[in-house]
């Protein structure tokens, strides 16, 4: 089974630099299939002309192969499949078609590092020890009898889980990075690569034009699976409890690198595009971009999400380092949230926050990754134990994985108002809606479709030059746009009024273009001589 034809449109580097990218988490989008509480690819179809009036290019879907949806999807029972729970292939089909008719493309979610323990690759290997297909995974015997082959533990979770899960059927364990429903593909076997090559390939050929390639980093292990040293720095309470071991084997292998960047490589090859979750440093990622032949496969920056302290200086100085280590061709997926984080509003703090982190998202020279929900200021929401789903220690991932928020009815037009959403739907749904935000000029929603048609329409893909305002608490740059304008974007991120010195400014004045809060003058001409920034927010100029 390999992909035959290559009848895929060809997107230049350019064109892909240029797109914005919105995350739909299936399972919490939109309801139309059935009323079993759970988002479906129908729900999907049905909010396009919504998506493409935001002004989204680029479809990216969590995963919807068929699965035991023990990680939500992120099990994979079968990888040609679509998950009876989103739908069937002609619906698939139905949606592939509808987002091209619209000049959208698709992204799928790939991955590549695990399968389901119900994925018939397993069940043959797990059948005995000189089956075909037991190298496809990793078995190993004890250290010695009863003791696990290593120390390596599992993402998931809460204490030292192991990696290892014995199975008596043929008295080995085998390695799982994730859950024990989650068993690790051995991509040093040639017959994996090959196999899970032609699965990409074969998505290209059902028209899908780019993938997001999940947990990258843990694709290759130590090939001597050595015991992990354990990590000086961690301090129980502080911290993700996996961090009491420094992962020098279990992930993070160069050779796991360039498996990585074949995988984008064969989808560029076809002008697709792929983005590799991998949650490592800048340095590292600048390594990647370096490995990509088509200039079309990218790491995420989830410099935004994690381990940035959200203020001007710390903000400027790890984009702008960021920039220094790339090329000014490299294209950077940039999201504020995703379905494993906690959401943008909640983790900055204020509504105020998440607005001026989207007016800086949308003016970098990034492709901006939306998270559903994030265009209407979605918090995370406290859920009760009794109705947790997330295997992840602690239920970190749930709060912000509830139902998309529509409308004010009952179940917030999620699903029918006599079905029962899988997980509860916020509490502030009847004023936090887009219905509500679509009629609102001022509301979170009408700043994301504002900002996201100011990129599109304004800007030019390029670098942006930091201007030096002497203002800790002012971000401030600026960027080219169409017809040879330039434009300065200034975010204050202070809960105080700023002012700045209009000396350094490249212009005495702007014309205003927007602004975070949407309630300035626009197309006013502002001396910058008398002008102060209010608390917490951003303006776009127009010089
Ligand atoms: C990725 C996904 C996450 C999933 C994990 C294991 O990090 O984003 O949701 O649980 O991989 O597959």
Redesign the pocket.
């Known amino acids: 089974m390999a992909g035959q034809k290559t009848t895929n449109k060809t997107y230049s580097n350019y064109s892909w630099r240029d797109k914005s990218i919105y995350q739909i988490y299936p399972r919490s989008f939109h309801a139309r299939l059935n009323k079993d509480g759970n988002g479906d690819l129908l729900g999907i179809i049905e909010k396009l002309d919504y998506l493409q009036d935001l002004g989204i290019d680029v479809i990216y879907i969590s995963p919807i192969y068929t699965s035991p949806m023990k ?2 999807g ?1 099990d994979v029972e079968n990888y040609l499949e679509i998950n009876p729970m989103f739908g069937n292939m002609q619906i698939f089909k139905r949606l592939v078609d509808n987002i091209h008719k619209r000049n959208m493309l698709i992204m799928m979610d790939f ?1 590549p590092n ?1 399968t389901s323990n119900q994925h018939a690759w397993f069940r043959e290997s797990r059948a005995s020890k000189n089956n075909p297909k037991r190298n496809w995974y990793h078995w190993h015997g004890g250290k010695t009898e009863g003791k696990k082959p290593n120390n390596w533990i599992n993402v998931f979770d809460n204490t030292t889980g192991s990696a290892w899960t014995y199975d008596k059927k043929t008295e080995e364990y085998y390695l799982h990075s ?1 859950l024990k429903e ?1 068993p690790d593909l051995n991509w040093d076997n040639p017959e994996v690569v090959k196999e899970m090559h032609s699965i990409l390939m074969l998505w290209m050929d059902r028209k899908v034009d780019a993938f997001r390639i ?2 990258g980093l843990y694709i290759i292990k130590h090939p001597k699976y050595p015991d992990e040293p354990l990590n000086p720095d961690y301090i129980e309470g502080q911290g993700h409890p996996n961090e009491i071991y420094i992962h020098l084997a279990s992930k993070d292998q160069p050779r796991g690198f360039k498996k990585l960047a074949d995988l984008g490589n064969l989808v560029g090859k076809r002008g697709g595009f792929s983005m590799q ?1 991998v949650y490592v440093s800048a340095e590292e990622r600048a390594m990647l971009y370096r490995l990509s032949e088509h200039g079309l496969s990218a790491p995420l920056d989830f410099d935004l999400i994690l381990d940035t302290n959200w203020n001007a200086k710390e903000v400027k100085k790890v984009i702008f380092d960021y920039y220094a280590l790339l090329k000014n061709e490299d294209i950077i997926p940039l999201p504020l949230g995703n ?2 984080q906690k959401r943008v509003a909640t983790r900055l703090g204020s509504q105020e926050d998440a607005r001026l982190a989207a007016m800086l998202q949308m003016t970098l020279d990034a492709v901006p990754i939306i998270f559903q929900g994030e265009e209407i200021g979605m918090e995370d929401v406290i859920i009760p134990p009794n109705l947790q789903h997330d295997p992840f220690a602690d239920n970190l991932r749930d709060p912000a994985r509830t139902p998309m928020q529509w409308d004010d009815s009952k179940n917030a037009g999620f699903t029918d108002i006599n079905a029962q959403p899988w997980l509860p739907v916020g509490p502030h749904y009847k004023k936090r809606n887009v219905k509500n935000q679509l009629k609102d000029p001022k509301s979170m929603l009408t700043l994301y479709k504002r900002l996201l048609h100011f990129r599109k329409e304004k800007l030019l893909p390029g670098r942006p030059i930091a201007v030096d305002v002497k203002n800790d608490n002012v971000l401030a740059f600026t960027r080219n746009g169409n017809e040879g304008l330039s434009f300065l974007i200034l975010l204050n991120f202070s809960k105080t009024k700023e002012t700045i010195a209009n000396d350094l400014l490249p212009a005495k004045s702007g014309s205003l273009q927007l602004s975070t809060s949407l309630s300035n003058k626009e197309d006013e001409t502002f001396n910058f001589k008398q002008f102060s920034l209010g608390p917490k927010e951003g303006y776009i100029f127009l010089l």
């Open positions: 990680d939500n992120y991955i695990h994730f989650q999940d947990v979750e379905h494993d």
